[in-house]
């Protein structure tokens, strides 16, 4: 339940600080004191528009919170009509507020009775009457049909891009596969076509180079050894000379040993164009891969590997399209029995529950009322086999009509009265406003009881000018108009005592606090005690 309400600056609403109770919360007073600014502040809450109109004058904005226990919500409206809307202090749109709150409060009163009006919904009050397991095994039902049926048209709808896809995928997981080249390839054959390349050229090389160290009329060959000749008489005489000579000697033996490598070298350095042209074409193979999926070839792979898994993805996309359909003829199956199960406990439960809401309605200071559910087949949907609506008719001789047609604001509250005490409420707070148009005495009482029966069950706050209605209340509540410090109007609501709530009772009855009146509101909360209220 709402344990605390809070508003600010909500038209002449300066300051409301509420402590709600369990039970039946009643705000009674003189018309215009602004006992439906309670409800304009809780219809905020659940995602009603937010009117610059209804700020305070002379103020920015108005602010509205409500507590229930730990958590809380609150909506801050601005001049400028804009709205800013708080869940535990978090910032959320207007309709992730209105999505929290609307399973804890609901509203029936003079703005009115959404419900009622809005013919979609009336199934939901007969269903509330059958077997919660019949209602939500056809809820299941239909939720994992459509489900699957949404899968199926989303494969349905992509599948032309899918096969474009998957024969894209195909063609360069083979153009990959079809070289089967290995990491680090391309720099192996670089380096052998740029060898083959300039086989000419080495060959030329190593021959001049040969015939420069042996083969020439000055070779290189012919100085060392005529070098060699000059230093043997010195080498007889001078240590460092025959030093000289050894190493000559030596450099002779090696330039003999290069020279024979360079001819063997220029004789072997035949170009092999063949090869060459193969290496070529392989390298062009693996640059083709690195311009389109690389630019290395380990990046090749690496692209191998995500295709080959999108491919997978794709073809087994492939396959639950056609197990999806099998899947979802046994799912139109089980929902088609579940719809006619839930079709039959309709029909059964219609006339019953018709009787009996009428009952209660009639007792409700409209006695000629009549209540029918009129059930009518429509194809499969999300509400089953059939459309229901509640027909309504106040006064004898009328036809029955859809009830948001044609019940005024009162009535549609009565009928919410009377629905909310039959069937019990979906939120745990219940608000009704204008529920006592049009009524008194009598009436006025058994409607008083009707309230008083379903606080037993659910928090009820009722804004009344009826002393029968207020006489059943958990907690009083009395607003009224008065002049602040700076000499403006605000509205002021006090939690009544015992003697304060006689005194407003009294006023309620006679518009007196006379020692008559107030025995009249002693005799009235009397009766209002003495009403059984479990029939």
Same mark, same amino acid.
């Given at each position: 339940?709402?344990?605390?309400?809070?508003?600010?600056?909500?038209?002449?609403?300066?300051?409301?600080?509420?402590? %709600?109770?369990?039970?039946?919360?009643?705000?009674?007073?003189?018309?215009?004191?602004?006992?439906?600014?309670?409800?304009?502040?809780?219809?905020?809450?659940?995602?009603?528009?937010?009117?610059?109109?209804?700020?305070?004058?002379?103020?920015?904005?108005?602010?509205?919170?409500?507590?229930?226990?730990?958590?809380?919500?609150?909506?801050?409206?601005?001049?400028?009509?804009?709205?800013?809307?708080?869940?535990?202090?978090?910032?959320?749109?207007?309709?992730?507020?209105?999505?929290?709150?609307?399973?804890?409060?609901?509203? @029936?009163?003079? @703005?009115?009775?959404?419900? %009622?009006?809005?013919?979609?919904?009336?199934?939901?009050?007969?269903?509330?009457?059958?077997?919660?397991?019949?209602?939500?095994?056809?809820?299941?039902?239909?939720?994992?049909?459509?489900?699957?049926?949404?899968?199926?048209?989303?494969?349905?709808?992509?599948?032309?891009?899918?096969?474009?896809?998957?024969? %894209?995928?195909?063609?360069?997981?083979?153009? =990959?596969?079809?070289?089967?080249?290995?990491?680090?390839? *391309?720099?192996?054959?670089?380096?052998?076509?740029?060898?083959?390349?300039?086989?000419?050229?080495?060959?030329?090389?190593?021959?001049?180079?040969?015939?420069?160290?042996?083969?020439?009329?000055?070779?290189?060959?012919?100085?060392?050894?005529?070098?060699?000749?000059?230093? &043997? #008489?010195?080498?007889?005489?001078?240590?460092?000379?025959?030093?000289?000579?050894?190493?000559?000697?030596?450099?002779?033996?090696?330039?003999?040993? =290069?020279? &024979?490598?360079?001819?063997? !070298?220029?004789?072997?350095?035949?170009?092999?164009?063949?090869?060459?042209?193969?290496?070529?074409?392989?390298?062009?193979?693996? +640059?083709?891969?690195?311009?389109?999926?690389?630019?290395?070839?380990?990046?090749?792979? @690496?692209?191998?590997?995500?295709?080959?898994?999108?491919?997978?993805?794709?073809?087994?996309?492939?396959?639950?399209?056609?197990? !999806?359909?099998?899947?979802?003829?046994?799912?139109?199956?089980?929902?088609?029995?579940?719809?006619?199960?839930?079709? &039959?406990?309709?029909?059964?439960?219609?006339?019953?529950?018709?009787?009996?809401?009428?009952?209660?309605?009639?007792?409700?200071?409209?006695?000629?009322?009549?209540?029918?559910?009129?059930?009518?087949?429509? *194809?499969?949907?999300?509400?089953?086999?059939?459309?229901?609506?509640?027909?309504?008719?106040?006064?004898? #001789?009328?036809?029955?009509?859809?009830?948001?047609?044609?019940?005024?604001?009162?009535?549609?509250?009565?009928?919410?009265?009377?629905?909310?005490?039959?069937? #019990?409420?979906?939120?745990?707070?219940?608000?009704?406003?204008?529920?006592?148009?049009?009524?008194?005495?009598?009436?006025?009482?058994?409607?008083?009881?009707?309230?008083?029966?379903?606080?037993?069950?659910?928090?009820?706050?009722?804004?009344? +000018?009826?002393? &029968?209605?207020?006489?059943?209340?958990?907690?009083?509540?009395?607003?009224?108009?008065?002049?602040?410090?700076?000499?403006?109007?605000?509205?002021?609501?006090?939690?009544?005592?015992?003697?304060?709530?006689?005194?407003?009772?009294?006023?309620?009855?006679?518009?007196?606090?006379?020692?008559?009146?107030?025995? @009249?509101?002693?005799?009235? !909360?009397?009766?209002?005690?003495?009403?059984?209220?479990?029939?």
């Amino acid at each position: 339940m709402i344990n605390n309400l809070e508003v600010r600056n909500l038209a002449i609403a300066d300051a409301l600080d509420l402590q %709600l109770s369990e039970g039946l919360n009643v705000f009674s007073g003189e018309t215009g004191a602004g006992k439906s600014l309670i409800v304009d502040a809780l219809e905020l809450l659940l995602g009603a528009r937010g009117s610059a109109d209804l700020v305070r004058s002379g103020e920015d904005s108005l602010l509205v919170t409500a507590w229930w226990k730990d958590q809380s919500a609150s909506r801050r409206v601005s001049t400028a009509g804009r709205s800013t809307a708080r869940i535990d202090g978090e910032v959320v749109t207007v309709k992730e507020l209105a999505e929290y709150s609307s399973p804890r409060v609901t509203v @029936h009163g003079q @703005h009115a009775s959404q419900e %009622l009006l809005g013919i979609k919904k009336h199934h939901s009050f007969l269903d509330r009457a059958l077997s919660a397991q019949v209602v939500e095994g056809f809820r299941s039902a239909y939720q994992a049909y459509t489900a699957a049926q949404n899968r199926l048209n989303a494969l349905k709808q992509s599948e032309l891009e899918r096969n474009r896809q998957l024969d %894209l995928l195909s063609y360069q997981l083979q153009e =990959i596969d079809e070289v089967k080249f290995t990491v680090g390839e *391309d720099a192996t054959l670089q380096e052998e076509v740029t060898l083959l390349s300039n086989m000419e050229q080495i060959s030329n090389g190593a021959s001049t180079a040969a015939e420069i160290l042996s083969s020439s009329e000055q070779n290189a060959l012919d100085a060392v050894r005529a070098a060699m000749k000059a230093l &043997q #008489g010195p080498a007889k005489y001078s240590e460092e000379a025959k030093n000289l000579l050894s190493e000559l000697r030596e450099a002779l033996s090696t330039l003999s040993a =290069i020279g &024979q490598e360079l001819v063997s !070298l220029a004789e072997t350095s035949v170009p092999d164009e063949e090869r060459l042209r193969m290496l070529e074409e392989r390298l062009g193979k693996l +640059h083709r891969l690195q311009s389109k999926y690389g630019p290395g070839l380990q990046d090749v792979l @690496h692209y191998r590997e995500q295709i080959a898994m999108e491919l997978e993805g794709l073809e087994s996309q492939n396959a639950d399209l056609s197990s !999806l359909e099998a899947e979802i003829e046994t799912l139109k199956l089980e929902v088609q029995k579940r719809a006619a199960e839930l079709s &039959q406990a309709r029909l059964t439960a219609a006339p019953t529950l018709s009787v009996r809401l009428e009952a209660v309605v009639q007792a409700l200071g409209m006695p000629n009322a009549r209540l029918m559910f009129e059930i009518s087949p429509c *194809d499969l949907g999300p509400n089953g086999l059939e459309d229901v609506v509640l027909l309504f008719s106040a006064n004898l #001789g009328e036809q029955l009509k859809e009830i948001g047609a044609i019940a005024s604001g009162g009535e549609l509250s009565r009928v919410m009265l009377a629905i909310s005490t039959v069937l #019990g409420s979906d939120t745990p707070t219940v608000v009704f406003d204008e529920v006592d148009a049009g009524i008194g005495g009598e009436t006025a009482m058994k409607v008083g009881e009707q309230l008083s029966r379903l606080a037993r069950h659910k928090q009820v706050l009722v804004v009344t +000018h009826l002393p &029968q209605i207020a006489a059943f209340a958990t907690q009083h509540f009395k607003v009224e108009k008065a002049t602040n410090s700076e000499g403006r109007t605000v509205s002021r609501v006090t939690r009544l005592n015992d003697q304060a709530r006689l005194f407003e009772l009294a006023r309620m009855l006679s518009g007196s606090t006379s020692s008559v009146a107030v025995q @009249h509101a002693m005799e009235l !909360l009397d009766s209002a005690r003495a009403l059984p209220l479990d029939v």
